[in-house]
């Protein structure tokens, strides 16, 4: 890939079908269930992608036996019966938020040393309320360099179990790594949520992924979890598309007043961002939910004022969407996107104004007022969302160039390629 690619504006409304790569929250979840499982797990429709395969390297060097037929989308593990082989490990995670806080709990099972670290960005992210937590259930893991972030030390004798707080603010990867290793702890463990849980859709679905393998955790009202002990059990895996992908053709949709339908979705989906496809009925678009797929219709946008705190990963996407809506656009209660690969607030308001757009940053949001748009170089700040959501943008307006766009390949290698067979009408 190029590294930068100019989007070229379509001359007519999308009309289209596609079916975007399976979901990288389900495949990393449902990793690590099937690594601690007893027996044998296939994963199909599996995601492949950077995020993917560093969790799959990191679950290797911990002694996993996967394979990973990428050409399949499939992924057969080798669960490890809650008994991690590996006694010692160097695990990096590149900028992959899951897979680094999704196996630091894990390796809290195991028994020995466990090194954990990431990219320059990731070394800015936080990590430091999972590990109090982990502490808390008798875990010795800190911060190799006493800043909240990685890289990781865990020196591990089991998961003790008991009680723990955690603090739900910033992330609810923290969470759901530790709900995904609990049922190995050698006690139940309950678990309480201090303050305001982020994102909370994703801790549905690490809840069902768990059910799904056998163990049903308690948290009806996410405040208050309890974890029995138990073992996973190796099962066939149907992985869904990604819905936080999928976002960015329902959007295409309103952006060129056309029409596109993702396949493989529907209302009940294990994945919450499917209520993207609300924020843009809001604005005006029609949205029709079937069994086989969300097919969303564009027509003239309206500004909308959302809290988006369920769906943080599609802020960038409605940002798009909201420069071609009438009248002003502000996004609420995602102050923790400041956290993510990049500051998804503050970078983001400064690539909409490049475009011509009069943005307020907030604190925990944006007001996006839409004026005459025109063409820029945008940059994406290694930040896959960044690069495929601006890139939108550019179905309508000439001389959107995006740099870096291999960045896509933390969660879409082939997003480019898609949204060109989009744009053009091919099968």
């Known amino acids: 890939m190029m590294d930068v690619i100019e989007i070229q504006p379509v001359s007519r409304p999308l009309d289209a079908t596609i079916r975007p790569p399976g979901s990288k929250s389900l495949t990393n979840r449902a990793l690590i269930a099937a690594a601690l499982a007893d027996g044998l797990s296939e994963l199909r429709g599996a995601l492949d992608s950077e995020d993917t395969r560093v969790m799959i390297d990191g679950l290797r060097r911990l002694g996993i036996a996967i394979i990973h037929d990428a050409a399949q989308q499939t992924i057969r593990v080798s669960g490890c019966s809650g008994r991690l082989p590996a006694t010692s490990a160097d695990l990096f995670a590149a900028n992959s938020g899951t ?3 999704f196996l630091t709990a894990l390796v809290a099972v195991g028994r020995g040393t466990y090194r954990l670290d990431g990219s320059a960005r990731m070394r800015e992210r936080p990590i430091e309320d999972l590990l109090s937590a982990l502490r808390q259930l008798g875990v010795d893991a800190r911060s190799a ?3 909240g972030c990685p890289p990781v030390i865990v020196h591990a004798a089991g998961l003790g179990g008991g009680k723990a707080k955690m603090r739900g603010d910033i992330s609810s990867q923290f969470l759901s790594g530790l709900l995904l290793a609990a049922p190995y702890a050698e006690a139940a463990v309950d678990l309480e949520i201090e303050g305001t849980l ?12 768990m059910r799904s393998f056998g163990i049903d955790a308690s948290g009806d009202d996410l405040s208050q979890f309890h974890i029995p002990l138990g073992r996973y059990r190796g099962r066939i895996c149907e992985i869904e598309p990604d819905a936080s ?3 960015y053709f329902f ?3 309103a952006i060129t007043g056309g029409r596109v339908t993702v396949l493989g979705l529907s209302r009940d989906s294990l994945q919450g961002d499917v209520a993207f496809c609300d924020c843009l009925a809001e604005m005006g678009c029609g949205v029709e939910f079937r069994s086989e797929g969300i097919t969303t219709v564009g027509s003239r946008l309206r500004g909308i004022d959302v809290d988006m705190n369920t769906i943080s990963d599609t802020v960038q996407t409605l940002a798009a969407v909201a420069l071609f809506a009438e009248g002003p656009t502000t996004i ?5 996107i400041r956290h993510k690969e990049t500051d998804r607030i503050g970078n983001l308001a400064v690539e909409l104004r490049k475009l011509g757009a009069e943005v307020e940053e907030r604190s925990d949001g944006l007001r996006i007022v839409p004026r005459p748009l025109r063409g820029a170089e945008i940059s994406t700040y290694n930040d896959h969302r960044m690069a495929m959501s601006l890139a939108l943008a550019g179905l309508r307006v000439p001389g959107i160039i995006i ?4 960045c896509t390949e933390k969660t879409y290698p082939n997003f480019f390629r898609d949204l060109t067979t989009l744009a053009v009408g091919k099968p």
């Open 145 to 147: 360099n006493d800043s």
């Open 251 to 253: 959007a295409a949709a």
């Open 332 to 336: 609420r209660n995602v102050a923790h």
């Open 403 to 406: 740099q870096d766009p291999r």
């Open 245 to 247: 992908a999928a976002s």
């Open 99 to 101: 897979t680094i806080r």
């Open 198 to 209: 982020v994102s909370q859709p994703y801790i549905r679905m690490t809840l069902a992924v």
